[in-house]
């Protein structure tokens, strides 16, 4: 019997985004599309709410007193409220727990997407440290360091599709 394809697990469980913006509302006034990029770099951009997701939201915050909209040059800007602040402080609980959730989500999300030669490479690195602690020699921590900084700079210097893709055929190429 065929199972049916598995659903792709939600990144944020239900209210979270609520809590989410509100808080980020919280930590200065935002724009909508502001608040949109700023959750989509939260989950390294693998989720990013839609525009018919933040705006009905935004709506309903004003609708509740809990933000004000300022006008500013046909753009919105959105300020918490102390009936906003209020909300918070009431589930400052609930929000934190949502901003732990949101941010195990994304690196699940992160790593769900890995290449698997380089999930293979990190777990190989991670169990390595684990049975090297507390046994290095001079300059081998340094020399460590400087290796991991260079792979740094090679994710940042350019683009995925610039870097040479290995002929390993375990590698998982998919994005």
């Keep these: 019997m065929n199972q049916?394809?598995?659903?792709?697990?939600?990144?944020?469980?239900?209210?979270?985004?609520?809590?989410?913006?509100?808080?980020?509302?919280?930590?200065?006034?935002?724009?909508?599309?502001?608040?949109?990029?700023?959750?989509?770099?939260?989950?390294?951009?693998?989720?990013?709410?839609?525009?018919?997701?933040?705006?009905?939201?935004?709506?309903?915050?004003?609708?509740?007193?809990?933000?004000?909209?300022?006008?500013?040059?046909?753009?919105?800007?959105?300020?918490?409220?102390?009936?906003?602040?209020?909300e918070l402080h009431e589930r400052a609980d609930d929000v934190r727990q949502a901003q732990h959730r949101a941010h195990h989500r994304a690196r699940e999300i992160a790593k769900a997407a890995m290449p698997t030669a380089l999930r293979d490479g990190l777990h190989d690195f991670k169990r390595a440290l684990l049975h090297h602690h507390g046994r290095w020699a001079d300059g081998e921590a340094e020399a460590v360091a400087a290796l991991l900084r260079q792979a740094a700079a090679l994710l940042n210097a350019a683009p995925a599709a610039a870097h040479p893709h290995s002929n390993d055929e375990n590698e998982d190429t998919r994005p």
Excluded: C, K, N
């Excluded at 469980?13 to 959750?39: C, F, K, M, N, T």
């Excluded at 989509?40 to 939201?57: D, I, K, N, Q």
């Design 4 to 86: 049916p394809a598995s659903r792709p697990a939600r990144p944020l469980s239900r209210g979270d985004l609520r809590l989410l913006v509100l808080a980020l509302i919280a930590e200065q006034p935002r724009h909508g599309y502001e608040l949109i990029q700023h959750v989509s770099e939260l989950f390294v951009r693998a989720y990013t709410p839609s525009a018919g997701t933040m705006y009905p939201l935004l709506a309903s915050f004003e609708q509740a007193g809990w933000v004000r909209a300022d006008d500013e040059g046909g753009r919105r800007r959105f300020h918490i409220t102390e009936a906003g602040r209020s």
